[in-house]
């Protein structure tokens, strides 16, 4: 059985919002499977347990380079938050952006070989990247990055420097900057529902048929009827069809919505615009970020000082 620290329910209380001692219990139920442990909480809270899981704890920046139809989106890690905002790092990040565009390199490799000189540091990227490292003492690298080309127009937003959103549309540059400030704040997964991978559906699907379960057997324990098997088989697949408007772009209320009701597609269909794409960057995602519990380290720290003496 895994030892179950402060710091994990901690973490997995800021992803999910669920109290503590939930937290906890998932947990162990899950014997220290942080992601196992989100699900396990999906089941038992319902939707509110996935609400803050695009919280991220890996640090570095997003940045962005449009000249005209064709641009770079590119994510650079840092370990600290310190360094993410260092001057020299986010320069780094901006000409790798600029150079993503311009060259449209084959791969984070290609990225680095490219020609380019700072902190007087070159000749290439790759260079220079090596060269911050020993300069500010701390690891960097390029993680992702997308170069856009082609026929379609190009709006972006960067929120911070953390979300980075680049929108490939025909039609109102204005609405189009409004789906991207939309995009980073709502973070949809796809443009419509018919898009949504088929692995997050099943997914969805999963999770709302456990609920279902769970909620079947406390009725049972309590001695009160359950609801059929046809109307379980609807109540989930409502879940899942609610699910896909939640995270589809053209069913999601438009954040700047007059009247709160207005969708992304209606507002665009008003401005006679079409977004063809939209990528959404957000740092660290998906980066499992080392979290070191203090309290145990000290201790075992006193407990070697003690055995040494």
Known sequence: MAAITASMVAELRAKTDAPMMECKKALTEADGDMAKAEELLRVKLGTKAGKAASRITAEGVVAIHIEGNVGGLVEVNSETDFVSKNDSFLAMANAAAKLIAQHNPADVAALGALPYEQDSFGPTLEDVRKGLIGKIGENMSFRRFKYFSGASQLASYLHGSRIGVVVEFEGDAVAAKDVAMHVAAMKPVALTSTEVPADLIEKERSVAAAKAAED??????????????????????????????????????????????????????????????????????????????????????????????
Do not use: C, H, P, W
């Open 216 to 309: 079947k057997a406390k009725a049972l324990a309590e001695g009160k009827a359950a609801q059929s098997d046809e109307i379980v088989a609807k109540r989930i697949e409502g879940g899942v069809q609610k699910y896909l408007k939640e995270v589809s772009l053209a069913d999601q209320v438009f954040v700047k919505a007059a009247d709160g009701k207005q969708t992304v597609a209606q507002m665009l269909k008003a401005a006679n615009t079409t977004v063809k794409g939209f990528t959404l960057y957000v740092v660290g995602e998906g980066i499992e970020k080392k979290v070191d519990d203090f309290a145990a380290e000290v201790a075992a720290q006193v407990a070697a000082a003690k055995a040494a003496a």
